[in-house]
């Protein structure tokens, strides 16, 4: 089954850290370039991070430069996001999306998110 | 900065509905395409493609959705509104880094 498995969320204070993942399933990974979008409660989508499909290449929304790192393994079809200093407008349900590749579905596949709550 | 414009009010089942989405800047890649995708996101859940390269539907979206545009100007139309059609509709490119999306619409049957 073609499908993104995210996990890591959770609840943290100001200043602390979380790892996210996402498992993919389905596809061939390393194929394609891989997004993290985030959506805090009732508002819309915004993009955080993008990776190229060989990992050489990262992109950072300006809100999270210098504090989250986006990576992946291709040997085990899986894509990061490392949150460091979180603050509390990082609340929100975090995505991960089947990006640029083969075909023109981009932004096709999205993974169900996985919740980070921050607050003291 | 996509702007997309909100629908004034309630639609009636069996109506239609027509969305606008502008960009700041031209969408169309250095490769010849323009990679704006129209995105359809129910309340508890993730957002479904619904339209890419502009007008092209994904396989299983009924054909009353349509999309058209050029350069920096798009519009999503549904021919004829169905309850299940309700939601948020988010248009977004992939033109360029960083990806940027739409405000979203949201639509409502009266």
């Known amino acids: 089954e073609v499908q993104l498995l995210e996990s890591g969320g959770g609840s943290v204070q100001p200043g602390e850290s979380l790892r996210l993942s996402c498992a993919a399933s389905?596809?061939?990974?390393?194929?394609?370039?891989m997004t993290w979008v985030r959506q805090a409660p009732g508002k819309g989508l915004e993009w955080v991070s993008t990776i190229r499909d060989n990992g050489a290449n990262t992109h950072y929304a300006d809100s999270v430069e210098g504090r989250f790192t986006i990576s992946r393994d291709n040997s085990k079809n899986t894509l990061y996001l490392q949150m460091n200093s979180l603050r509390v407008e990082d609340t929100a349900l975090y995505f991960c999306?089947?990006?640029?590749?083969?075909?023109?579905?981009?932004?096709?596949?999205w993974g169900q998110g996985t919740l980070v709550t921050v607050s003291s | 900065v996509m702007t997309q414009t909100q629908l004034s009010s309630p639609v009636t089942l069996g109506q239609p509905a027509s969305i606008s989405c502008r960009s700041s800047q031209s969408l169309v890649h250095s490769d010849g395409n323009t990679y704006v995708n129209w995105l359809h996101q129910r309340p508890g859940q993730p957002p479904r493609l619904l339209i890419y390269?502009?007008?092209n539907r994904v396989s299983g979206v009924p054909d009353r959705f349509s999309a058209s545009g050029a350069g920096t100007d798009f519009t999503l139309k549904i021919s004829r509104v169905e309850a299940e059609d309700v939601g948020v509709y988010y248009c977004?490119?992939?033109?360029?880094?960083?990806?940027?999306f739409g405000q979203g619409t949201k639509l409502e049957i009266k």
């Open positions: 977004m490119q992939a033109t360029h880094l960083p990806r940027t």
């Open positions: 999306v089947k990006d640029n590749g083969p075909g023109y579905d981009w932004f096709g596949l």
């Open positions: 390269k502009i007008s």
């Open positions: 389905g596809f061939t990974f390393s194929d394609y370039g």
